[in-house]
């Protein structure tokens, strides 16, 4: 009796060591896509950094751009492109030292070790901020040259568009 008692103790306790390890596995990343280029990664705003992609909401303004003679909102384009990027993946961001100009945090930010920034310049959908980086370029080169994403569009760079909110 005595040694039953002490099993079924012992399996209890293993049962809630694996319970409570498993929820913790299973405790489920936050990630609330902005807009194109910032992120809130459980409760943190993360502006990636070295791109820049059209505005979702800015001073009252959306950005539009014109596809085949039509209007859209290309900030928002954008915004859905990475959240059908990120899914339910994990995201990992790597960030930088110091913060921009409006103190927000600078990251690069992957999903299954690809870069989020790299891919949207690559397909189309972000800018390579010259101002700030010369890392992708030649990502916005080949997007440029193959027509992807808002290349196929009438459009206004994203940091033009601030300057003079249409």
Not at 37 to 52: E, Q, V, Y
Not at 76 to 103: F, G, R, T
Request: include cysteine.
């Amino acid at each position: 009796m005595y040694l039953k008692k002490r099993k079924n103790i012992f399996l209890t306790s293993v049962l809630l060591v694996v319970f409570a390890f498993t929820i913790n596995q299973a405790k489920a990343q936050e990630v609330k896509v902005v807009d194109g280029d910032t992120i809130h990664l459980d409760g943190i705003k993360i502006r990636f950094s070295g791109i820049d992609t059209p505005e979702s909401y800015y001073r009252g303004k959306r950005q539009q751009c014109t596809f085949e003679k039509v209007k859209v909102y290309c900030g928002y384009w954008s915004k859905i492109v990475l959240i059908e990027k990120i899914a339910d993946h994990k995201v990992i961001c790597i960030k930088e030292e110091k913060p921009d100009q409006y103190n927000r945090i600078l990251a690069e930010c992957f999903v299954n070790n690809e870069s989020l920034s790299k891919y949207l310049v690559r397909s189309g959908f972000a800018f390579a901020y010259r101002k700030y980086s010369k890392k992708f370029i030649e990502d916005e080169e080949y997007a440029k040259a193959n027509k992807l994403g808002l290349w196929q569009t009438e459009f206004q760079f994203p940091w033009d568009f601030r300057k003079n909110p249409k």
